[in-house]
């Protein structure tokens, strides 16, 4: 049996997943596969899913053989991927065939709707058409009438209530005509009873709703009492229910659509929000969801919602809205994403794994991922080491963590400005040699994005690859730096609190007058014998 169900909803789309075989998941790299379907119907979810099913099952089979049962010749891994590769091709040419046909569909729909319309039009057009007809009749009639009195042609009472009644009968006829509708399917362009108009005044148009970015200008943007950061941030969660639902008249965001983008918030990992908001939501779901990435917090959740629903309340006020679907949630404020520190079996098992990255080295992945262990650093602190950054202080080689502002980069908090004094065992193990002449940064191999912090590809990578060898979602990259803390506090040793707080570039733990005025005054040494306490029994990693 699949240990995942074949379909899943995140957000508004459903998704194709099945889990790889355990013995297969050297080979793809993967613990599952992934593919989003690209619809929100459940009908057209179910058959993609069946033929996805079908076909990853013939890719497992041939993986299995390791042989091309047509050609008769080795397959590789290069091919297998490829294969797979192909599956998703060739998934996405249905969907986009399937977009097209509904697109025509829909067209012909609007089409038909139009015509439905002007011919609507030209009945009523008719039906006005016959209504003047009747009402000139009357006025000929009286005008007749009038003229036979004042010449004397009628002259006789019965002549004369002949006249009258049928005046009277063309009145009543043109009040029945204009109140209720008669049959006029004699007359020439006569309407259908469905079409028939009850009264000659038209209807009042119903004035249509605003689309979500019209009102945002109106209720808040053009307000000169509403402040900057306000309308920054309301812009920017408005941007991002846009990017997701589209931009949608103000009456059809209902509850229901208010629970999907919350569902959706709750997929998209931390690092979206930290970067570039034009990425394709979809994948960063996948993303989040095959690295096992930490997705966004109930607090982040929540002030989206805040954002949203503060923007709805002056929609209420101006009677663009008529009830408020951000308001009255729910949200977790105390779940976290679970980060804990590595235990000693885990580091074993990272010790004795292949690093499985092509595009960075061994030696690199050894090197940062040594420093992070054996400092507490951060990735970003970590992958922005200079050599410059390399220094002796008070006769100790330390790591400098300081701004760099030529390159638009500083430690993450004031605190984070600090000196890390270089453990032994990294100087036995010789992290120095990677130091380069010519080269700005220390683990040069690593490319600086043209957006984004430097060393986001090596923390995907390091994801992935935590994942391809069955270590928990539990631990991240970062969970060296709570195993860091978490050993230096619970050691037996003499280590001050003050000292670890310096040490991790944390704000002090005691915010006594002393610990702030004196923070600045710890000494290398101690440092360094607050460092070198961290020691590992299982972690050995090769250049």
Not at 17 to 40: C, N
Not at 71 to 97: C, G, R
Request: positive net charge.
């Amino acid at each position: 049996m699949e240990k995942f169900p074949m379909l899943a909803l995140v957000g508004t789309h459903y998704h194709f997943r099945r889990a790889v075989p355990v013995a297969l998941r050297p080979l793809f790299g993967k613990t599952e596969f992934w593919i989003s379907l690209k619809t929100g119907n459940k009908s057209e979810a179910r058959l993609s899913a069946m033929a996805l099913h079908a076909q990853t099952s013939a890719l497992f089979r041939t993986a299995r053989l390791m042989t091309d049962p047509a050609q008769k010749k080795p397959i590789t891994k290069d091919d297998l991927l490829a294969l797979y590769q192909d599956i998703i091709k060739k998934q996405n040419e249905v969907i986009e065939t399937n977009e097209h046909n509904a697109a025509e569909q829909l067209r012909l729909e609007r089409y038909r709707a139009s015509m439905s319309r002007y011919e609507d039009l030209l009945r009523t057009k008719a039906f006005i058409d016959y209504s003047s007809q009747a009402l000139e009749q009357v006025n000929q009639s009286m005008i007749k009438l009038r003229k036979d009195m004042i010449t004397g042609t009628t002259q006789d009472k019965a002549s004369l209530a002949r006249k009258t009644e049928e005046i009277d009968r063309l009145h009543a006829t043109l009040i029945k005509l204009f109140q209720t509708g008669p049959a006029l399917s004699q007359a020439p362009g006569a309407v259908p009873p469905s079409h028939q108009l009850a009264s000659p005044t038209p209807s009042p148009v119903v004035p249509t709703s605003p689309r979500l970015t019209e009102a945002l200008q109106l209720a808040l943007l053009a307000d000169s009492q509403k402040s900057e950061a306000t309308k920054k941030e309301t812009a920017r969660t408005v941007a991002l229910f846009v990017q997701a639902f589209g931009d949608k008249p103000i009456k059809e965001i209902t509850g229901r659509v208010a629970g999907e983008f919350r569902d959706l918030l709750f997929s998209l990992p931390t690092s979206y929000a930290k970067g570039k908001q034009d990425l394709d939501l979809n994948t960063e779901v996948e993303r989040a969801q095959e690295f096992d990435l930490p997705t966004l917090s109930g607090k982040s959740v929540k002030n989206h919602f805040m954002w949203l629903s503060a923007l709805w309340n002056q929609l209420l006020r101006r009677e663009i809205a008529e009830k408020n679907p951000w308001s009255n949630w729910d949200f977790d404020l105390t779940k976290r994403n679970p980060r804990r520190a590595w235990t000693d079996d885990e580091l074993a098992l990272l010790s004795s794994s292949p690093w499985t990255c092509s595009t960075i080295s061994q030696a690199t992945f050894a090197g940062i991922t040594l420093v992070a262990a054996y400092s507490g650093m951060r990735l970003g602190e970590i992958c922005n080491l200079r050599n410059e950054d390399i220094q002796e202080v008070d006769g100790i080689p330390c790591f400098l963590i300081r701004p760099h502002p030529a390159d638009k980069w500083t430690p993450k908090t004031e605190a984070g400005t600090r000196n890390v004094p270089i453990h032994s065992v990294l100087l036995e193990w010789g992290i120095l040699d990677f130091r380069k002449d010519g080269e700005k940064f220390l683990f040069s191999e690593l490319k600086t994005p043209q957006s984004g912090p430097r060393g986001t590809d090596f923390g995907r990578n390091f994801s992935k690859f935590k994942t391809t060898v069955s270590l928990p979602a539990a631990i991240t990259f970062h969970s060296f730096r709570h195993t860091v803390s978490t050993r230096l506090r619970n050691q037996a040793g003499d280590l001050r609190e003050l000292w670890i707080d310096a040490l991790l570039g944390h704000e002090a733990s005691h915010k006594s007058q002393g610990a702030t005025t004196y923070l600045s005054g710890i000494t290398t040494a101690n440092l360094r014998q607050t460092v070198e306490a961290v020691s590992y029994p299982t972690l050995f990693l090769k250049a």
